[in-house]
């Protein structure tokens, strides 16, 4: 461009804006960050927390929606409380008049005392004495056999089987005997007594106590109302006066039953239909947190809690404290701005430098200070998830170790057993010696023990009812007489009308086949259709094939299982985490320890998983201490439930200490600043005096003046230079490496767009810049300027240009106007009466996505858009002046779009004003026709094209010239 005066004075705004967005913009843009990513850490942990507690609300509606375990717990919560209070009868007769009142007509009682009597007050259907005594004693003989053992198989109790008939005639025609267990099963299992179809009441349900017993009867009416459900909402919305909890009923879902405010009705209907349709459990907006559940057919039960402000707004957690945040930081700018500017106390330039690597070393504190709540947070999570990993790890080591206690137990009855066998044949089974095999083997535990000899016949028997009932004795003979024939060498004959004969027979039968193999050791087999723990040892001479006697012990798999719990549980306590182990029955007929001592999450726990083999984990609070734990359902236990409990204590003991690191790490980084701005204030201090005498001595023209050599860092290479620049002031070369070094390359790649630039300067150091540079993943930005004039002036803008791009904020970088305008700033600043130059400039934008380019022009030729499909090359004709003309220019965006396949051509004024041999200038037609016929999908060659026109017409350059090509490739090509 030809050159232009222009002039313009120095201003501080520019630094002033740096110092600006240093320490007031970006630490304040960081703090808001951090106070946004709080707010979302804090909103998703309160999220969390209120999911859980409504799933556990939702799991309690679910129990209780059952409405024979409603009825069971109720009872149950009546009878315990009565066995616990002071005077039994009375608070008993007060519950059975509170339950009346509630319920008429739906219960009726009858009431025994201590010693069995009818207590007559309290009792509804009164006479029949004989039948209420009996009936009594058989409640009560079932009581004792399910607290003892509740495997028992009630149908083979006496009393139940002499009273059957009579019990039948009074509660009812389909009374099952073996269901009176039911009242005593714990989870699911549990509920009230079906014992007829036709009465009034049709279910009975009873418990046996040392102070008092009772009988209730249900009616059918009450069997079919969802008490339950009204009553465990009523106490969850005491309880938690926070959450809304509540259900509907079929098949008017979108209505709840439960009472509700009419603002939450429109926003819980679409819950509703949402989970209807789309099986979304969980519903959310910015007021409501709702979860929906089925708890029964028909019903669906939900939990909601209101998002208040003070807990979910992001205006009040975040905006807020910005505000008081910001306001405290720019009090802080301006003390600090009026202290140094009014010099109301001196400050070194040493504690100036400390102070400003303070300042600085916040910024990137405040950035770690939030990462690391993160990285507690996350840390947190790990250590729990870890924990409970190392719990479950636990369970199944110790059910692992289940296999170990046969062999434990077959080592101690082969040795007893093996003494045993050396003894003289009248004494091995003398009548004392059989006490005394006796007395050994009841440790074990055992459900049977037969000894048997080669006819046959029983030596002696031991057996235990339990619920599978048992096997005939004379099978249990037969079958010991026919692997005590086998291995003396004798087979069975087989016989086609004696069908125990061929299942008998080695041929058929593979427990006899492996008798002889798994003698002596403890293992699962299948008598008929139980399976069983067994054990046998055959006394006598194996080798000579002269075996007297087998002895058969057989075990329930959870009465073996129970032996196991038993021997290593205290052992299972000393563990590696310090972890409380428990253990419970499936059917949570025996706990370990007592189960009035589990914590009642963990009962519930597990009663969620006695129906699954996969494990569950979590926490709880008990006593007021958050526990972490995990349970599972035995895969070898296959009979138990198992536990480990850990305080979540000892996983915040171990954040705690990180904690204390970071923050130990972060006072020792302050610390390191405060030593290294002292000792950098010092070593800056020497070399700035040095450059002071440099600069002193330029001023006084005595050249001569040299810098002493210094170290080799900054401040020595700057000496270097320094003294470089001295010897060589007027050497232009300098400058020319140096404006060379501020343009970037020749091609460039952006997505779909491939660019190519090139700058051919008239003389040593041209005015014309370009440059290309991706601003983010989806914008790239493009500069092209013609500086008027050409030599070191010119060169000397073209490179304040480049520092103006480099240091303008990416804000400025994605939006052109806001870029032309801070460069016009910074040239109408330095304009004066000695420097009255200006320059033209483009600056572009655009979308490697949509191809949407932005540009906005400041006095520069127009941009051209080639289209080769229609063979037209067109101007975007968008003006404005140049930069450093006018105090307030107006430079605005202008948008256009480049379709695949054509290309825009960016181009300084040296071509258009080009000149050939008769003075004709090249002109903007002839280009544009030029840019149409020269034109190539490769910008490279499409610039050749271009130049090779150019060179041809022109005589001698006189002017710089610059062109920039940009194509948007067709997808096949990309």
């Known amino acids: 461009m030809k050159q232009l005066d222009h002039s313009g004075g120095v201003s501080k705004i520019p630094t002033r804006l740096i110092y600006i967005f240093c320490f007031l913009i970006f630490p304040l843009y960081i703090i808001y960050s951090g106070l946004d990513h709080l707010h979302l850490v804090k909103t998703g942990v309160i999220r969390q927390n209120s999911l859980n507690t409504m799933r556990r609300n939702l799991e309690q509606i679910e129990q209780y929606s059952s409405r024979s375990q409603y009825l069971h717990l109720l009872l149950k919560k009546i009878f315990d409380d009565t066995q616990a209070a002071a005077n039994p009868q009375e608070h008993l007769r007060h519950n059975i008049e509170n339950l009346k009142q509630r319920y008429p007509g739906d219960f009726e009682f009858i009431v025994w005392n201590a010693d069995g009597q009818v207590i007559q007050a309290l009792t509804d259907r009164k006479g029949f004495n004989y039948i209420l005594t009996r009936l009594y004693a058989v409640l009560a003989e079932v009581a004792v056999s399910m607290t003892n053992d509740r495997q028992t198989n009630i149908k083979e109790l006496s009393l139940v089987q002499d009273n059957l008939a009579l019990i039948r005639r009074y509660l009812g025609k389909i009374f099952l005997p073996e269901h009176l267990n039911l009242p005593y099963l714990a989870g699911k299992k549990a509920g009230p007594v079906l014992t007829d179809f036709g009465s009034s009441f049709n279910s009975v349900w009873y418990q046996i106590g040392e102070k008092i017993s009772f009988l209730c009867f249900i009616s059918d009416r009450m069997l ?49 239909a949402e989970f209807e349709n789309l099986s979304d459990q969980v519903f959310e907006n910015d007021r409501l947190l709702i979860v929906i559940d089925v708890a029964q057919p028909g019903v669906r039960s939900f939990s909601m809690v209101e998002k208040k402000p003070s807990v979910w707004s992001r205006q009040i957690l975040v905006e807020q404290r910005f505000t008081v945040i910001a306001t405290l930081l720019v009090i802080f700018h301006i003390l600090l701005y009026f202290h140094l500017t009014y010099r109301v106390s001196f400050i070194s330039i040493r504690w100036k430098l400390t102070g400003l690597f303070i300042l600085a070393n916040l910024a990137p504190l405040s950035i770690l200070a939030f990462i690391a709540q993160d990285y507690l947070s996350n840390m947190r999570v790990s250590l729990r998830n870890e924990l409970q990993a190392d719990l479950l790890r636990q369970i199944r080591g110790f059910d692992m170790r289940y296999s170990q206690i046969k062999t434990d137990i077959a080592g101690k009855l082969n040795d007893y057993f093996a003494k045993i066998n050396q003894l003289p044949e009248s004494e091995k089974f003398s009548a004392s010696k059989i006490e005394e095999i006796k007395d050994f083997i009841r440790p074990f535990k055992a459900v049977e023990v037969y000894l048997i000899d080669t006819r046959g016949d029983l030596t002696f028997k031991e057996h235990r009812v339990t619920k599978d009932g048992r096997k005939s004795a004379s099978f249990i003979a037969q079958l010991g007489e026919a692997i005590l024939k086998f291995n003396n060498g004798i087979l069975i004959s087989r016989s086609k009308s004696d069908i125990f004969s061929a299942l008998l027979s080695p041929d058929n039968a593979e427990f006899i086949r492996d008798s002889y193999r798994l003698a002596g050791r403890i293992t699962t087999v299948n008598l008929g259709n139980l399976s069983k723990i067994s054990y046998w040892y055959i006394f006598g001479d194996r080798r000579n094939y002269r075996n007297t006697h087998i002895l058969m012990i057989i075990w329930d798999n959870d009465r073996f299982q129970e032996h196991y719990i038993e021997q290593y549980f205290a052992s299972a306590q000393k563990n590696p985490l310090n972890a409380q182990f428990i253990a419970q029955r499936t059917d949570a007929g025996r706990s370990w320890p007592e189960r009035n001592t589990i914590p009642p999450a963990i009962n519930k726990e597990f009663v969620r998983a006695s129906g699954f083999r996969d494990s569950h984990s979590g926490s709880f609070n008990h006593a007021g201490e958050t526990k972490i734990f995990a349970c599972a359902r035995g895969r070898n236990l296959d009979h138990m439930m198992l536990a480990f409990v850990c305080p979540q204590a000892t996983i915040e003991k171990r954040v705690d200490r990180i904690r204390l690191g970071m923050v130990a790490g972060a006072l020792i980084s302050l610390l390191l600043t405060i030593v290294i701005g002292q000792a950098l204030s010092t070593q800056f201090l020497k070399p700035i005096h040095l450059l002071g005498e440099g600069t002193m001595a330029i001023g006084a023209r005595r050249f001569s003046h040299r810098i002493p050599a210094g170290d080799e860092d900054e401040f020595g290479h700057l000496g270097s230079v320094f003294n470089r620049v001295i010897e060589g002031l007027g050497e232009l070369e300098v400058a ?239």
Not at 819 to 847: G, S
Request: net charge negative; hydrophobic share 40%.
């Open 736 to 974: 020319r490496i140096v404006q060379e070094n501020l343009l970037p390359g020749n091609h460039f790649k952006a997505g779909p767009f491939t660019l190519y630039g090139k700058s051919v300067v008239m003389t040593t150091l041209g005015g014309d810049y370009y440059d290309c540079f991706a601003i983010d993943a989806k914008n790239w930005g493009v500069v092209i300027g013609d500086v008027a004039g050409h030599g070191v002036s010119a060169g000397l803008m073209m490179a304040m240009a480049k520092a103006g791009v480099l240091m303008a904020s990416d804000e400025e970088k994605r939006d052109p106007a806001a870029m032309v305008k801070r460069l016009h700033q910074i040239f109408f600043a330095i304009k004066n009466e000695k420097l009255k130059r200006m320059m033209t400039l483009q600056y572009f934008v655009f979308n490697l996505n949509t191809g949407v380019f932005r540009f906005a022009n400041a006095g520069h030729c127009f941009p051209v858009v080639v289209k080769p499909k229609t063979a037209t090359a067109e101007y975007i004709e968008h003006v404005a002046t140049p930069l450093g003309i006018g105090r307030k220019p107006k430079h605005l965006n202008y948008e256009f779009v480049i379709d695949k396949g054509e290309s825009l051509v960016l181009y300084t004024d040296g071509i258009a004003e080009a000149s050939n041999a008769e003075g004709e200038g090249f002109g903007y037609e002839r280009l544009r026709d030029l840019l149409v016929t020269a034109y190539d999908a490769d910008p490279e060659v499409y610039y050749r094209h271009i130049y090779e026109a150019y060179t041809q017409w022109i005589v001698s350059a006189d002017d710089d010239l610059t062109l920039i090509v940009i194509n948007r490739q067709h997808e096949h090509e990309t």
């Open 224 to 272: 079919k109302q969802h008490n339950g459900l009204m009553r465990i909402i009523e106490v969850l919305n005491r309880q938690s006066p926070d959450f809304i909890n509540g259900y509907t009923l079929s098949p008017d879902i979108a209505s709840p039953v439960t009472p509700l405010p009419n603002q939450y009705l429109p926003d819980l209907s679409r819950a509703l």
